[in-house]
């Protein structure tokens, strides 16, 4: 069993900075894809970023520039770095992993911007 834990979420000004966290736990092999995704209120899901195994990284347009997808140095963890948030970044922050031959979500961290 796989489970994915989000953290770092919350409230934040305009202008402000968020670092999220996800973690992986329990049967893990080959990571060979992470990502965020968001989910605003009455919106699709979409993807905010992705990091593949070699460390290649993909953003959305309209967070390029203004955030940063890593791994951590355990290999089971990655990082979503956030800067300039404005309102329209407000959403539900989900971290997908491609585990195996699975995908796996986490439960989600809220991130709201606001004055």
């Known amino acids: 069993q796989v489970q994915l834990v989000e953290s770092g979420g919350g409230l934040v000004q305009p202008g402000g900075s968020l670092r999220l966290s996800c973690a992986a736990s329990?049967?893990?092999?080959?990571?060979?894809?992470m990502s965020w995704y968001r989910q605003a209120p009455g919106n699709q899901r979409e993807l905010v970023a992705s990091?593949?195994?070699?460390?290649?990284?993909v953003y959305a347009d309209s967070v390029k520039g203004r955030c940063t997808i890593s791994r951590g140095n355990a290999k089971n963890t990655m990082y979503l770095q956030m800067d300039s948030l404005n309102t329209e970044d407000t959403a539900v922050y989900y971290c997908?992993?491609?585990?195996?031959?699975?995908?796996?979500w986490g439960q989600g961290t809220q991130v709201t911007v606001s004055s």
């Open positions: 990091i593949s195994s070699d460390g290649t990284a």
């Open positions: 997908y992993m491609n585990i195996g031959a699975r995908g796996y």
């Open positions: 329990g049967s893990i092999s080959r990571i060979t894809l």
